[in-house]
C-alpha cells in the first residue's frame, strides 16, 4: 500500500485507488449517509462513520447525609401535609341498602352506556337477571362488559358516568326479587 501523502497512479493491486477513497470519504461527509460497502470482484471497501460506543465508566457517588433535612417553607405559602386521596373521606360513609353488591373486577373507567348517545344498561328500578350487562370498565384501552351474576331489581346505581374505579369497589346494588 502506498503512502497517504504521494500521488502514485493506480495500479491493478490497488483496485479502488487512493484518489477514489478520497474523494468517496469527501462525498460521504458532505451527506447523511453513515455506512456504505463497496465489492469490486473479491475486494471489498466497508466505510462507517459515527460514534462508537463508549462502555460507561462507573460513577462514585457522594455519600448520604446522615439526617434529613427538613423541608424549608417559601415565604407566603403555607406548607400542608401531603395526604393520599383514598385516606381522605368525602363526607360520612356510603349505607348500602340490603342486596347483592356487584363490585368492580378491575381498575379503570366505568361508562354505564356503551357509547354516550346509548341509554345505560341499567337504571335504579330496573329488573336484571344474570348474565346481563350493568356497564363497561375501559382498562389498558380495553372496553370490558360487566355482568351481573345475580337477579333481581337495582336498588341503588353507586358510581357516576366516566368515573374512575378501584378494584372491589361496589358499582350497584341488586334486591332479590
Same mark, same amino acid.
Given at each position: 500500500?502506498?503512502?497517504?501523502?504521494?500521488d502514485?497512479p493506480?495500479?491493478?493491486?490497488? $483496485?479502488?485507488?487512493?484518489? *477514489?477513497?478520497?474523494?468517496?470519504?469527501?462525498?460521504?461527509?458532505?451527506?447523511? !449517509?453513515?455506512? !456504505?460497502?463497496?465489492?469490486?470482484?473479491?475486494?471489498?471497501?466497508? $466505510?462507517?462513520?459515527?460514534?462508537?460506543?463508549?462502555? =460507561?465508566?462507573?460513577?462514585?457517588?457522594?455519600? @448520604?447525609?446522615?439526617q434529613?433535612?427538613?423541608?424549608?417553607?417559601?415565604?407566603?405559602? =403555607?406548607?400542608?401535609?401531603?395526604?393520599?386521596?383514598?385516606?381522605? =373521606?368525602?363526607?360520612?360513609?356510603?349505607?348500602?341498602?340490603?342486596?347483592?353488591?356487584?363490585?368492580?373486577?378491575? $381498575?379503570?373507567t +366505568?361508562?354505564?352506556?356503551?357509547?354516550?348517545?346509548?341509554?345505560?344498561?341499567?337504571?335504579e328500578?330496573?329488573?336484571?337477571r344474570?348474565?346481563?350487562? !350493568?356497564?363497561?370498565?375501559?382498562?389498558?384501552?380495553?372496553?370490558?362488559?360487566?355482568? *351481573?351474576? +345475580?337477579?333481581?331489581?337495582?336498588?341503588?346505581?353507586?358510581?357516576?358516568?366516566?368515573? =374512575?374505579?378501584?378494584?372491589?369497589?361496589?358499582? @350497584? $346494588?341488586?334486591?332479590?326479587?
Amino acid at each position: 500500500m502506498s503512502d497517504a501523502t504521494s500521488d502514485t497512479p493506480e495500479t491493478d493491486a490497488d $483496485v479502488f485507488g487512493l484518489s *477514489t477513497v478520497r474523494e468517496l470519504l469527501r462525498l460521504i461527509g458532505q451527506s447523511d !449517509i453513515t455506512e !456504505i460497502l463497496i465489492e469490486r470482484g473479491e475486494t471489498k471497501l466497508h $466505510v462507517k462513520r459515527g460514534h462508537s460506543i463508549v462502555a =460507561p465508566q462507573p460513577m462514585a457517588l457522594a455519600p @448520604l447525609m446522615q439526617q434529613p433535612m427538613a423541608p424549608m417553607p417559601l415565604p407566603g405559602f =403555607p406548607v400542608q401535609p401531603l395526604v393520599a386521596p383514598a385516606a381522605a =373521606p368525602e363526607g360520612p360513609p356510603v349505607e348500602l341498602p340490603a342486596g347483592h353488591t356487584i363490585t368492580a373486577p378491575m $381498575v379503570g373507567t +366505568f361508562y354505564s352506556a356503551a357509547s354516550p348517545k346509548d341509554p345505560p344498561f341499567v337504571q335504579e328500578g330496573d329488573e336484571v337477571r344474570a348474565g346481563d350487562s !350493568i356497564g363497561i370498565i375501559e382498562a389498558m384501552k380495553m372496553m370490558n362488559e360487566i355482568e *351481573t351474576d +345475580f337477579a333481581g331489581r337495582v336498588a341503588r346505581v353507586l358510581v357516576k358516568n366516566g368515573q =374512575p374505579v378501584e378494584y372491589g369497589q361496589p358499582l @350497584l $346494588v341488586i334486591e332479590p326479587l
